[in-house]
């Protein structure tokens, strides 16, 4: 069956209100689009299939009405939490990271890719990875790699809405957020981890911090072992030591060396697509970046790209161009004034 098979009978059954049939095919339709290597199409039916069936059984099992309106306003409010629900094409070869890092996140892919072997031993997953270190530096771009590479779907965890000033009110919504994902079989990425830290300015009462970090220690150790955590935070030091401690993979993502400055700057380029005007000039910037994120570094060469296209003119056959290395140099120049 083609993919308009599909979606022709998929029509059909919807419009014939013929659950058990739409279901059929909706199941094959997901089955099909793995073997075809259309993942995240299947990984995006997955989760619409599941959100439906856990509805129904919520309506189904909840027998009195008040009780049911609860439920659906509690999933309401685990919405506003999720900033979003997204699936990944990065892969381990997008991030330039030190060769210990890259060499933690392979282990980490590998034993989530080896549940069964380990299950069958009884061995503990590791499933709770903190990225921490300096803005633009790679964190968030790790955890699409691990959403990529693991090739499941990624809940964006709004962190900045959980913590609230009301007493108690952190750690209920925490314990709805992580309910709500265990159904998922997913990765819960917390970004911006340190928001927490706020708890303690909120209230002068220690007894709140100390339910929050307990909610999320007893969270953690509820997760099923094919759920994963990510968190990521570029303020360390404003973590409590108890939730530091349980983290089974704790990664630094520093600035870059002027090796890892080369490697993303020919990442860049395009495999030659883009090349340099002058290189001893570009050399001499690459050592000029050293100091700056990946993220800015990548910005200036991006937009030094830009501007050296424009600069050549409308010519639409040209299918590889020269970067201006004078332009670049102004724009790292500006970026490293704007950093002392
Ligand atoms: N280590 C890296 N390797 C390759 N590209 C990177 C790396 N770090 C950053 N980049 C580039 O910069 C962009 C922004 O990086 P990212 O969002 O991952 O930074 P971050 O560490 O999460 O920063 P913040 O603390 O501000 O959230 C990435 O999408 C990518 O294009
Ligand atoms: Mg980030």
Redesign the pocket.
């Known amino acids: 069956m083609g993919q308009l098979d599909f979606i022709r009978d998929l029509a059909k059954y919807g419009l014939e209100n013929d659950q058990d049939k739409l279901l059929t095919v909706l199941n094959d339709l997901i089955e099909h689009s793995k073997k075809t290597r259309k993942i995240n199409f299947a990984l995006q039916l997955q989760s619409i299939l599941k959100e439906a069936i856990r509805q129904q059984q919520t309506a189904g099992l909840v027998a009195v009405g008040s009780q049911k309106h609860i439920l659906r306003e509690e999933d309401r409010e685990v919405n506003e939490f999720i900033i979003e629900k997204l699936t990944s094409d990065y892969k381990l070869n ?4 030190s060769d210990q890092v890259r060499s933690e996140l392979t282990y980490f892919i590998k034993e989530h890719n080896s549940l069964e072997i380990l299950g069958r031993f009884d061995l503990p997953i590791s499933n709770k990875v903190l ?1 921490y ?12 790699v691990l959403a990529g590479e693991l090739e499941k779907l990624m809940i964006v965890v709004n962190l900045g809405a959980i913590v609230s000033s009301k007493l108690g009110e952190t750690s209920k919504n925490l314990a709805k957020v992580f309910r709500k994902a265990a159904t998922e079989e997913c990765i819960i990425f917390i ?2 981890f340190d928001s927490l830290g706020k708890v303690r300015d909120y209230s002068q009462d220690h007894g709140e911090m100390k339910r929050v970090v307990n909610t999320i220690l007893q969270l953690f150790d509820y997760l099923p072992k094919d759920s994963i955590i990510i968190a ?3 303020q360390i030091d404003m973590i409590d030591d108890a939730l530091l401690r349980r983290f089974d993979l704790t990664l630094e ?1 520093n600035l ?1 060396t002027e090796r ?1 400055i080369k490697e ?1 700057i020919s ?1 860049t380029l395009r495999s030659g697509i883009f090349t340099f005007d002058n290189k001893k000039e570009a050399d001499k910037l690459t050592k000029l970046c050293a100091g700056l ?3 800015t570094i ?2 200036t060469l991006l937009t030094a790209i830009k501007r050296s296209l424009i600069e050549m003119g409308q010519n639409l056959h040209v299918l590889s161009a020269k970067i201006d290395t004078k332009i670049w140099r102004i724009l790292v120049e500006k970026e490293k004034q704007e950093r002392q």
């Open positions: 997008n991030l330039v990271c990225f270190g300096p803005s633009g530096c790679g964190k968030t771009l790790a955890a699409y970004d911006e990521a935070t570029n993502l870059p890892q993303l990442k994120s990946y993220y990548q910005r």
